[in-house]
C-alpha cells in the first residue's frame, strides 16, 4: 500500500464551525505533514510529525490544531477560521523525518471557508 | 534571491517534443531534489527525485543534476498531452531555517499541445 488518503475531500464550513480534517497513510512512515496550498502556489508546511510527537510549527495561527493519535494517523484541528484560510490542505508522509527520502502526498482537502 | 527557482511559464511544445524544465537552488548544502507533478486540482505526485550528480532515468523522464552549477532539470522525451501540468521542484531545506524542509519552487506550467 503506497497511499496516503485523506477525508473528506471537501469541506464547507463558517466562520463558528469546528470540523477535522483526517490523514490516513499504511506505509509506515514516521513523518507526516500538513500543508497548505493556495491557487498557483507551491505547497506552504504548516506542521511536521517525527514520530508522534510535533516536530515543526511553522508558526501557524492557533485557529488550526494538529494531532497525531498514533503514528499511522494525522488530524487538523479547525476552529473560527477566516475565509482567507479557504485552501488545499495537504497531508504528506515520508519513511522518516530528516533524512534524505521522498514525501508522499494525498489527495487532499479542498476547504471553503464562509 | 528566492531559495528555489523555476521559470513559471508556461512552457509549451507540441506532441511528441521533448520539453526541458530547469530549476536552479540557492544552497549548496542541498543534498536531495525532488520533481513534483500536479493537475489542474489535484495534489503533487512525486514523478522522479535524483541525489546524485549526473542522469537518472525512468521512462519518458530524466532528471539531470548538477550540484557545481546548482542547477536540477527535468527532460520529458516524447511529450503527451497528458504531461500538461504544473511541474514542481523541491529541494531538501538546510541550515537552522529549513532543515527538515522541502522547500519549493513556484512550479512551471506545461503545455503539450496535439
Known amino acids: 500500500d503506497t497511499e496516503v488518503t485523506q477525508t473528506p475531500k471537501h469541506l464547507v464550513m463558517g466562520m463558528t464551525n469546528k470540523k477535522s480534517l483526517k490523514c490516513e497513510q499504511h506505509?509506515?512512515?514516521?513523518?507526516m505533514y500538513w500543508y497548505k496550498q493556495k491557487a498557483k502556489k507551491p505547497p506552504e508546511l504548516m506542521f511536521v510529525y517525527s514520530y508522534e510527537k510535533l516536530s515543526i510549527n511553522e508558526s501557524v495561527p492557533s485557529r488550526f490544531s494538529p494531532e497525531c493519535p498514533n503514528s499511522s494517523l494525522l488530524n487538523l484541528h479547525l476552529h473560527a477560521l477566516q475565509p482567507e484560510d479557504s485552501a488545499l490542505y495537504l497531508c504528506?508522509?515520508?519513511?522518516?523525518?530528516?533524512?534524505?527520502?521522498?514525501?508522499?502526498f494525498g489527495p487532499g482537502t479542498r476547504l471553503t471557508v464562509l | 534571491q528566492k531559495e528555489v527557482e523555476q521559470n513559471s511559464g508556461p512552457l509549451s511544445v507540441p506532441e511528441g517534443a521533448i520539453a526541458s524544465l530547469n530549476c536552479t537552488y540557492s544552497d549548496r548544502g542541498s543534498q536531495s531534489f525532488f520533481w513534483y507533478r500536479q493537475y489542474s486540482g489535484k495534489s503533487p505526485e512525486l514523478i522522479m527525485f535524483i541525489y546524485s550528480n549526473g542522469d537518472k532515468e525512468d521512462g519518458r523522464f530524466t532528471a539531470q543534476l548538477n550540484k557545481a552549477s546548482q542547477y536540477v532539470s527535468l527532460l520529458i522525451r516524447d511529450s503527451q498531452p497528458s504531461d500538461s501540468a504544473t511541474y514542481l521542484c523541491a529541494v531538501n531545506g538546510v541550515g537552522s531555517s529549513n532543515t527538515g524542509k522541502l522547500i519549493f519552487g513556484q512550479g512551471t506550467t506545461l503545455q503539450v499541445k496535439p
Open positions: 504528506a508522509s515520508s519513511p522518516h523525518w530528516l533524512a534524505v527520502n521522498e514525501q508522499f
Open positions: 506505509m509506515g512512515h514516521r513523518a
